[in-house]
């Protein structure tokens, strides 16, 4: 499967050189996302010169049940494949690329590519996602979905809560499976969530905390 | 004589009543606050406009023009587009942004 998935991930860098008379953007903006959690740490913080493209640095900390952590720090690209623009809809496919290095548990070059598609509408809210994540003796290749919903509609400078569902399986890792409801409140360029994950075992339950935020 | 004459100043010091022009468009995909966002980071930047409004609600976007500035429906549409979305309608109308708001609140409050 996941050599499928990197078959797809070099379709999708070639689409994308394809496409390059289509660019769309919101040019000139800065994005930094991050996520706390036991299982995982993420800090990303790009530059998108267009829609299509972003370009950034990239941090992440894989942290096992019982092993040593290994972070993974490298360069970030971003692109958008393709968008749908409905009425009342918009829908995404995305690809993401990282490479760097390795740290800690497992070191040397690490190289992290993904793909996501998004559907989302003022209440309703859709992803899926794959990604590999790979170092030196580490192979922690992962699928993840979520699923949303807004509790009503607001406008553009009102703050949305949303309830947001994932569930996240990865190779070789402890906790395999994640299942981490949220509560996700976005305010013009701010984005914070709030999640536990696994919250019906004991053992496995932990808090997890998504910021976001746009200039 | 008197009344006339403040009659004659109170018109000369009054400023000219003009429509204020904008250009509205119903926008396809604009479903979120970060779309919207850049849409009106756009907008912001035509030196042409003095004001753009984002209704998130009814997917409205609309540019105010300075006085005596114009912008072209195709340039408007495509100034969308390059923010990444697309335009089902556009049209100019002779209302400032303070109107089309009050517009929209009156239209709210008659449903």
């Known amino acids: 499967m996941f050599k499928q998935l990197f078959v797809v991930f070099l379709l999708a860098v070639s689409s ?3 496409q390059s008379a289509a660019l769309m953007g919101f040019e000139d903006s800065y994005m930094l996302m991050t996520e706390t959690g036991e299982y995982n740490q993420e ?3 790009n530059y998108a010169p267009s829609i299509h493209h972003a370009f950034g640095i990239e941090v ?35 690809m993401m690329g990282s490479v760097g290095e390795a740290r800690g548990m497992h070191n040397g070059f690490s190289y992290s590519p993904s793909v996501q598609f998004d559907y989302e509408t003022a209440r309703l809210y859709f992803l899926a996602k794959m990604r590999m994540v790979r170092a030196p003796g580490m192979i922690n290749d992962n699928a993840a979905i979520q699923g949303g919903f807004s509790f009503y509609e607001t406008d553009f400078d009102e703050t949305q809560p949303w309830f947001v569902l994932e569930a996240k399986a990865t190779k070789n890792y402890n906790p395999s499976f994640q299942v981490t409801p949220a509560l996700r409140l976005i305010h013009q360029s701010y984005f914070l969530e709030f999640g536990v994950t696994n919250p019906f075992d004991k053992s496995e339950r932990a808090p997890r905390l998504n910021l976001m935020f746009t200039y | 004589m008197k009344k006339t004459l403040i009659i004659l100043f109170c ?4 400023p000219i009543v003009s429509a204020a022009t904008s250009i509205k468009a119903e926008v396809n995909g ?5 779309c919207a966002k850049g849409i009106q980071k756009k907008l912001n930047a035509m030196p042409e ?5 984002v209704d998130l609600k009814r997917r409205i976007v609309v540019l105010e023009l300075k006085p005596a500035q114009d912008v072209s429906l195709d340039v408007f549409t495509q100034v969308i587009k390059d923010a ?3 335009v089902s309608k556009v049209e100019k ?4 942004i303070v109107e089309i708001k009050a517009n929209i609140k009156a239209s709210i409050k008659g449903q």
């Open chain 2, 30 to 34: 604009m479903v979120c606050a970060f």
């Open chain 2, 49 to 53: 406009g003095q004001g753009a409004f």
């Open chain 2, 93 to 96: 109308v002779e209302q400032s």
């Open chain 1, 60 to 94: 992440m900390r894989m942290s096992p049940k019982g092993t040593r952590a290994t972070t993974m720090t490298g360069i970030n690209y971003t692109g958008l494949i393709k968008r749908w623009n409905m009425p009342s809809a918009q829908a995404n496919i995305w």
């Open chain 1, 43 to 45: 800090m990303m913080f």
């Open chain 1, 16 to 18: 994308l050189q394809a």
């Open chain 2, 84 to 86: 990444g979305y697309a």
């Open chain 2, 11 to 14: 018109l000369l010091a009054s």
